[in-house]
């Protein structure tokens, strides 16, 4: 951490800061014949606070010199991380297409879709049995007996199943069935349930909240990581802006700086970061072509009578334009799906 | 809900969307000779999806007629609700002020605080025990031991408790020692945690999550207020956007809008709305000409030393300038302190 | 235009609204025997205000049936407009890329970077001769010299020229020298511009304000259009957000957004779009999967001593590689460059 | 300027850099003997760009010591300025109310407002005669005529005139006319204009840009200011952001933030900062409380006639009861109005 001085700092000035960092037990360098003058604190920069140093008399600014986070940066692991979900690898050479209806409504539904998205190439089946939902009056899902369907589509399709645990009360039930558990948007600062998460021996999906900078993002994976789960997957799937057209802003550019600081796999879900489905096959096509190593796709039957999601929707035969498409892409970057 | 057809549907469009809100349970009313042809949808709104309309052949737009809300509006209770905690009044022509350290640091800070702020007119004392960090690395909190250091300093100044609750698992040791129980911004969409205290006995502090729109605010009040829980408390605490002077943009704005559609009182928290110090007094006089129904201020005998927050943090000294200024401005508009 | 009465709206207050409505010429028709009453404005919706009729007593909501704009819609002309700069043909299967240094600095660099990009492919030289700067102290281009050197690189390469103008005053001395003008992110809303852009026989590439909503965007272009230039190219060039790690958020969702509603063609310009070179050729990648018409480069011998702009700019030799990766995108999806 | 250098570099890449800054006329001192190595460029910082070194091989981070403004910073000028506008003097102990139509409409219109806004106690006259409106359709502005009707406005009630200039082209004619010059939010950033303003012998009201960052509006004053022109007044009116219950999002907290860093006057546009004339007597007590040196109020007669923005608009009683309000809360805080 480096603190620079206000230009009329004075020595006793510079000697309160330094008193100050030793006594926190940190070490000082101090360029002292410069203006402003400059201290540079040597340590564990994990263990300081900026707010320590900035609020002393004269201190003009105050830098952080490492990132904040470290398990999940490339300094501390160079290679990609892959992660295997039932036999698909997120995070090597091949792009991994998971796709399914936002929530389970019934055994029809469920093995319908299941087998179409099958059918269409993808490798993984989401739905969603315990949903989070803005209003207190709408579906919320159908819990464990939703579990217990994505368990039979499972089984019917040979499909991995993806699903989201919304409260630590209810994630030993959902660890019974999921495949990959899904941290949603709203839960990707809920520090209690990511730290239960830490413990389990199955991969995360876990969603960028719709607000949350890459510093947020990536030290919500370090809050699964340091807890040893080191089987993290990461989600884009749109941010909160003034922009009216689309329900989110699916921010691609996350996908390249990801890549850049981290190890771990990004997958993309254009259905929530667009909101609109006939956004979602030009989306999903340029977060392919811009380095996403997943997609994340909702899929419906019949739209308009989704419970949940339904303006957000692909119908299967749609689904399978989408494949066609994104495979083209896909091939001309060197990757496969 | 009104469906605004496609200027060139035809008949067999508007049948089709009349049949599918038939078979819903819904009625219609129809005004066929306009262009565009207009269908109103009779029966109860807030069981219906825009979803399930828009998605049909022809339909151009679907709006809604009524507020998601219902027990939080207006419509359902026009005079405002008060909402008493040990002793003091939110929502009446008073205004409470809340202050206390971001964390509970140790029984010393504590009890120094608390004594302050009463001295300086404070009503409640708020105080963190579990925190929810950004990083896993800093300070997460004293846990239960924060409780019983708050409990501690209830006895010593007759102070009543705001702290937060951060997850279902510890709801049961929080409710044994606070009066009021905090909803975090980070927490404000967990709709899991809400239905939980939508059944406890105590009133809530719900923050607005940093990205929340007004309708999200008061749903999830309403997630409160529909399980039986009507002693709920809103808190401004400043939302996320491009602005780099500020940690957040305390957005006043909505304490005006809020009392023109909903019953439920209504306080700020510049601490983190602004994250600097600096403006922390400017901007509590600005809150209380809104018209916010309370305070809630950080405030830490020495910041540099905070365990957490102390760029945002008043010494006793500054939040007793703060009381007097807040004061004038309350008499100003015809409120007291 | 629909006016939705408030629920309790009596006789008396349909009766105002429609007196107020017909005395300004319009027709009405009404769905009395329906709660809510619900009114149909007919007449030229361009010409209505929306808050003429919301400020009624007992109005519920406005709502408009068509969009703001007209000529720029896919309603006034189906099929896709192509803009031709010299030879190169935007808006047709052909993707155009423009390429060149931010501002144009003396003969050398600018005769090395056109030559350059020539021969990897580019079809259009950008360079910047007056340039509106934050700072009053930072370099303002070299104005009219600037724009001498620009012809010349013309004459020597063939590239057409792509250059900015800042105000109506020097619309003149542009006029002479570009092949296409462009309208700066900065000068979207600058109504007297476009008005006097409006009259020029020369195409207009109109970049999107970084907080402009597609309406907005659409409603400038408007502004060209219906002044008699119908030769516009727009440009997403990033949105301003909260994202720390990307000077603008560029917006890819609007390209397909755009081809829906509008028949203008769209290009994108992923220098300021993220500000980071490293993310440059992965965001063009995308931006060509995702539908655009083009891009707009930045280009810099050697970034480091760029008089502007060299954040975001790439290498003569990074522009090659650029060039190989988007063309294999481009021809995946049925496209060329 | 402070060089942090990469954890890696080595002597190579740190003489690489010296070269580079000593080659553009800088020194440096280096703090050779830490990790990482640091490096202080010392020199005019505003003649500085952070690119020039940040893109050198293995800087790890460029951080600027100094304000990107001079002129209009606190260090350069301790005391507040104050700006005269016929009479009425801004940045003073006195709070100035200006008032006025949002477009001058016709003589009578006028007339009636300035009469009633001069007998509340405004002490200057608002009025647009050129108006960037969004839409090509739209009420454009009487132009010249207008600025006739509000001279005869000044001549019989005394009232100082403010109106905006949009373009450099009629800037002589708005000169003639105007005591304060207003750049609307959308010209903020139309150096070209800025430049011609700060040559002219009239005050100035600079309207944020409802997308400026803090450095962004005071890069802009610095326009002003560099160019000879000190009569400058900030104009804070609503920036954009997510929240959909207000047309803009009135920041209050730039008030506490200019303060501390700038000696300019700063004033508050409520109308246009919330776009919701309910939300204008609150707003404006809060813009009072919160530091505010004068108030920007849209008053029309009978707003659903108004030309444009009637729905941010007071009439004229409802602006005598704001007068009173903020009156009140002035006195709180011990200014006058």
């Known amino acids: 951490m480096i603190i620079v001085m ?27 014949d410069s203006v402003p003058v400059i201290i540079n604190v040597i340590g564990d920069e994990q263990g300081m606070q900026r707010e320590q140093f900035s609020l002393l008399p004269k201190v003009e600014n105050v830098i952080k010199i490492l990132k904040p986070y470290k398990l999940a940066s490339r300094e ?11 036999g698909s690898v997120l995070g090597g050479s091949s792009i991994v297409i998971i796709a399914g209806p936002c929530s389970v409504e019934n055994e029809g539904q469920l093995l319908l879709i299941a087998k179409a998205v099958k059918a269409s190439g993808a490798s993984l089946l989401r739905g969603g049995a315990f949903k989070p939902r803005t209003s207190p009056y709408s ?17 019917e399709t040979g499909l991995g199943i993806v699903t ?42 876990l969603k960028r909240n719709f607000s949350a900078t890459l510093n947020e993002f990536l030290m919500s994976a370090e809050y699964l990581l340091s807890g040893g789960n080191d089987q993290v997957i990461l989600c884009e799937r749109g941010i909160r802006s003034f922009v009216e057209y689309s329900r989110n802003t699916l921010d691609l550019n996350i996908i390249p700086a990801i ?10 879900d254009p259905s929530h970061g667009t909101g609109r489905s006939d956004l979602i096959i030009p989306m999903s096509r340029a977060a392919v072509a811009a380095g996403a ?5 909702e899929v419906h039957p019949y739209p308009p009578e989704a419970y949940s999601d339904g303006e957000q929707s692909l119908t299967p035969d749609a689904f399978q334009q989408l494949m066609k ?13």
């Open 6 to 32: 206000a230009v009329n700092a004075i020595d006793d000035d510079i000697q309160r800061v330094v008193s100050h960092v030793e006594e926190m037990g940190f070490q000082t360098k101090i360029m002292r």
């Open 76 to 86: 501390f692991k160079k290679e990609n991380t892959k992660v295997e979900v039932r």
């Open 139 to 155: 579906f919320q899902g159908l819990g464990k007996e939703g579990l217990k369907l994505l368990a039979k589509a499972r089984e």
């Open 164 to 205: 989201e645990v919304i409260d630590t009360t209810e994630l030993d039930t959902v660890m019974e069935y999921a495949d990959l558990l899904q941290v949603g948007s709203r839960n990707m600062y809920n520090t209690k349930l990511l730290r239960e998460l830490s413990k389990v021996k199955k991969p995360i999906l």
């Open 259 to 268: 890549k850049q600081v981290s190890h771990l796999p990004i997958i993309v």
């Open 293 to 297: 190593d997943g997609l994340l796709i």
């Open 325 to 337: 498409e994104v495979k083209a892409v896909a091939q001309a970057i060197g990757r496969s799906i």
